[in-house]
């Protein structure tokens, strides 16, 4: 099955500051790629993903990488603002035991963005 | 549009009382459903997956239960709680007809066993 590998577990960044979160993945069959942000206390919520035929995606301040064959995708945030602090958490889709698709999740990474 | 709901938002529980969390969705049909725990740390642990009415397919085994009675409804539980059940429980779907789409989270229920 899939595997899904996040790093770091903790970043802390100023405000202004760039955040890199790295993840790895193992299914080369995998080909949806979605970033969550999960408050305090809250569900996750979706706030970027990209597909494999991308290489790159934006959304003002957010990006994501894709890279297919060394099977890896990290989110970029810039210009880091205090609202920004969360756990965040990569995600890859695969097939499940049961030939259902479904999301593996990495272990989050928690971003504090200090003022 | 389509909502997720989860309830209750937080619980606290006796060792070896039973447990019953329902999560219901609103908006869409036939979704695939997903129940999800999140313990000490950050991680995201597949507890439960269904794709259809009273099919419903276990990750890990543990203690707990989960049934799908209808289309939008997905239960969990579980007949006699333990301490390591304490946990945040998160229900999500995703459309089972489309290719490389999100799974959308409910709110989350913080369930301390006591």
């Known amino acids: 099955g899939e595997n899904v590998e996040q790093h770091p577990s903790t970043l802390s960044v100023q405000e202004g500051d760039s955040a890199v979160i790295k993840c790895t993945y193992s299914d080369s069959a995998s080909n949806y790629f979605p970033w969550y942000k999960q408050e305090l206390g809250k569900g996750p919520q979706l706030i970027i993903d990209?597909?494999?035929?991308?290489g790159e995606k934006k959304d003002q301040r957010i990006a994501v990488t894709l890279n297919k064959t060394a099977k890896h995708f990290s989110l970029h945030i810039t210009e880091t603002q205090p609202e920004d602090s969360a756990v965040y958490f990569c995600a890859a889709d695969a097939r499940n035991s049961g030939s259902a698709r479904q999301l593996t999740f990495g272990s989050g990474t928690q971003l504090t963005v200090l003022p | 549009s389509q909502t997720i709901h989860q309830w209750p938002a937080t619980l606290v529980q006796p060792v070896g009382s039973p447990l019953s969390l329902e999560c219901t969705v609103e908006g869409t049909s036939n979704p695939n459903l997903y129940w999800y725990r999140q313990a000490a740390g950050r991680g995201l642990q597949l507890l439960f997956y269904s794709v259809g009415i009273g099919q419903i397919s276990s990750e890990v085994p543990q203690n707990l239960s989960a049934s799908r009675p209808q289309d939008r409804q997905f239960i969990l539980s579980s007949k006699k709680l333990l301490l390591s059940d304490s946990g945040f429980y998160l229900c999500?779907?995703?459309?089972?007809?489309?290719?490389?789409?999100?799974?959308?989270f409910g709110q989350g229920t913080r369930l301390t066993v006591v």
């Open positions: 990209i597909r494999s035929n991308v």
């Open positions: 999500a779907w995703n459309n089972r007809f489309l290719k490389n789409t999100e799974a959308f």
